[in-house]
């Protein structure tokens, strides 16, 4: 089997232009010392038809599949924001993955002429987009899921969200 | 900006052989004829260690991002299975999409020696899994988002969710 390769649908423009700069998390920026939640854009390519996305209006949130362009390598074990510790790292959202693949549930403000307004990114200012899928509740909505090391963590510090940024290794 | 290129990570072993076996998403199967909820394997690399995947054992679900690897080509208006017209691709969760990644939040039942046991599959056997991330609620769930054209067609039909498996295009 034979993976396809893939190309940008779209470039991410934010405020965010070095990994320091960026919150680990979209949906936990007011927590951070970071301050307001940033706004950001995502850039279409030109090449793609309005018919391709004009649907997405009416929609409070989207998915962003994404590249982490700044990733360099992986293993096994790393070290997340929350708590002290390494974990595996397909049991934590770094960016040093086998495939450096990234997704964020980000709110959608506006859907204009080939770029999407939207808020909530921790994204690199350039990151590419390789995907845009729109965000269901009956479908991505498990507000009570159990989160194993993550809730350990949450339950021993009395928090609910990563610390803020750190200095990238 | 050059995009990486990706490699399978595992692949699904799971019930449904040919594209029209498959519901159309994996939560909303008790809902459909076709009965029970499958539980399904992710077979994974061989080559990769257990450090990497072993902290994943706690949490309720998580996120499989895989590639449709039957999708051929794509079009910017699809017919999805709910309602009557065509909708914007990036609109929907069709898999004949620009890049043909796939995303499913899908129930983790067991971290086994180089695989993983789900329940919750809407996947073909054989799909390749380019990543595995925990879900976690804080980030990812949003019980009360507007979801668009999805929510109107819902608020018409009474329904919240999919009809069941039909012919593929």
Not at 39 to 54: R, S
Not at 112 to 133: F, Q, S, W
Not at 143 to 167: M, Q, S
Request: include cysteine.
């Amino acid at each position: 089997m034979t993976i396809p390769i893939f190309h940008a649908i779209g470039f991410v423009r934010s405020p965010y232009v070095r990994r320091i700069d960026a919150p680990h998390q979209p949906t936990v920026v007011e927590g951070l010392e970071t301050g307001a939640v940033a706004e950001a854009w995502i850039d279409l390519d030109p090449a793609l038809p309005p018919e391709a996305w004009c649907d997405l209006a009416g929609f409070e949130r989207i998915w962003l599949i994404f590249v982490f362009h700044k990733s360099e390598g992986w293993k096994p074990k790393v070290k997340p924001p929350r708590g002290k510790g390494k974990r595996s790292v397909f049991a934590t959202r770094s960016p040093h993955r086998p495939n450096a693949l990234g997704l964020s549930a980000v709110e959608l403000l506006a859907v204009e002429d080939h770029r999407l307004h939207v808020r909530g990114v921790d994204l690199l200012d350039g990151t590419p987009v390789l995907d845009i899928k729109p965000y269901v509740p009956y479908s991505d909505a498990f507000p009570h899921a159990k989160a194993g090391w993550i809730d350990e963590v949450d339950a021993l510090t009395g928090l609910c969200f990563a610390p803020g940024p750190r200095k990238p290794r």
